[in-house]
């Protein structure tokens, strides 16, 4: 069989990747790129669904993209690339939309989240197409009919599993009205994926939208602060490195991010640093999190150094991205009739 298909995107909204994004889904990335045939792509196009500034959109994707090379991911064995850079997305989007029920498109509980914190006048019809789009990144990429029995795979979150669904459905529809043309994608997780919360508020998941930048270890961040924050991370009363996710969230995190960091298992490591409280263990875990991410920091400021480089290394992604999108928006606009 052939090496299996997965796609991924992600959205250029904030200066930095941070350390749920990265332990999540990007290191997953780029493990998979050895195990499959990997598109990624930053989706840009996504970025602007909600107000935003172009100049900040333009370097935030820069910098997005050098975060997935710093973090090893090779032009060689995966196919990173711009969303806007392929317009077969917004052509094919506009196809899946003309199959998608209004009613449909309504029911997508992200949309409902979203629009109801925005207000409606807040709220584009982008936003509420988006999940149409994302159907058609995904399709897009769909292996050919040629390609036997190919996979096509998604890393999903809870959060994407009705997108997802939404996806499966519309292949589904398009293949029965205009002939066999998409692959019905699979929901894949990926091994090793943790959930990481909130450095001070363990109970919600570290995502950029929280409330305090404290709660956040950024990818990009200096040296200095990223310490400061492990070290003020919230933890309880007690003084026992235990993994216990009701009593001890805090603690239960953090251990969380040291064994997935380190590869150390948490029996392991509450082993020890049994009796030595929380302040050694915080301080080692700073350690691990700098060392993960001070390479990754420099090799990513060094690629944003040469631009030139950079929009080289995006644009061998976007030709290779374009010939398969090309080649899956023939037989589309084919079979739909144009
Ligand atoms: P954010 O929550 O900061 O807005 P996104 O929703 O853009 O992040 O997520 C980008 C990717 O990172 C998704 O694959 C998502 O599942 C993953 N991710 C985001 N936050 C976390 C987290 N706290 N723990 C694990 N994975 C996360
Ligand atoms: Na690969």
């Known amino acids: ?12 909204t904030a200066d930095s990747f941070h350390l749920g994004n990265y332990l999540g889904a990007l290191r997953q990335w780029v493990a998979m790129q050895d195990t499959h045939d990997a598109f990624y792509c930053v989706v840009d196009l996504h970025a602007i669904t909600i107000e935003h500034d172009p100049a900040v959109l333009r370097r935030r994707t820069l910098v997005a993209a050098a975060q997935l090379f710093a973090m090893g991911l090779d032009p060689d064995r995966a196919t990173v690339f711009v969303q806007s850079h392929v317009p077969e997305h917004t052509e094919l989007a506009w196809v899946l939309g003309c199959l998608t029920g209004f009613g449909e498109a309504g029911r997508m509980t992200q949309f409902k989240d979203k629009s109801s914190k925005q207000g409606t006048s807040g709220t584009s019809v982008g936003l509420f197409t988006y999940p149409i789009l ?108 235990v993994y216990d996710e009701e009593k001890k969230a805090g603690v239960t995190n953090l251990l969380r991010i040291f064994s997935a960091l380190d590869g150390a298992s948490v029996p392991d490591l509450e082993k020890r640093y049994a009796g030595s409280g929380y302040g050694q263990f915080k301080k080692d875990l700073a350690q691990v999190v700098l060392d993960t991410f001070a390479p990754i920091r420099k090799r990513t400021l060094t690629l944003l150094d040469d631009e030139w480089h950079l929009d080289e290394l995006l644009r061998r992604g976007s030709d290779r991205a374009s010939e398969v999108a090309a080649r899956t928006m023939e037989t589309v606009r084919e079979r739909v009739g144009f």
Do not use: C, W
């Open 1 to 12: 069989a052939l090496t299996p298909r997965v796609l991924s995107g992600i959205q250029p």
């Open 134 to 241: 994302q159907a058609a990144d995904i399709l897009l990429y769909s292996p050919e009919p040629g390609e036997g029995e190919r996979a096509l795979r998604v890393p999903v979150g809870e959060d994407q599993r009705q997108h997802l669904e939404l996806t499966r459905t519309l292949a589904q529809r398009f293949n029965h009205r205009f002939g066999d043309t998409f692959v019905l994608p699979e929901a894949h997780i990926p091994p090793g994926a943790a959930k990481i919360t909130d450095l001070q508020e363990p109970d919600a998941k570290m995502s950029k939208s929280a409330s305090s930048p404290q709660g956040i270890i950024d990818v990009l961040e200096e040296p200095g602060p990223m310490r400061k924050k492990i070290m003020r991370a919230v933890t309880d009363t007690g003084s026992e490195v």
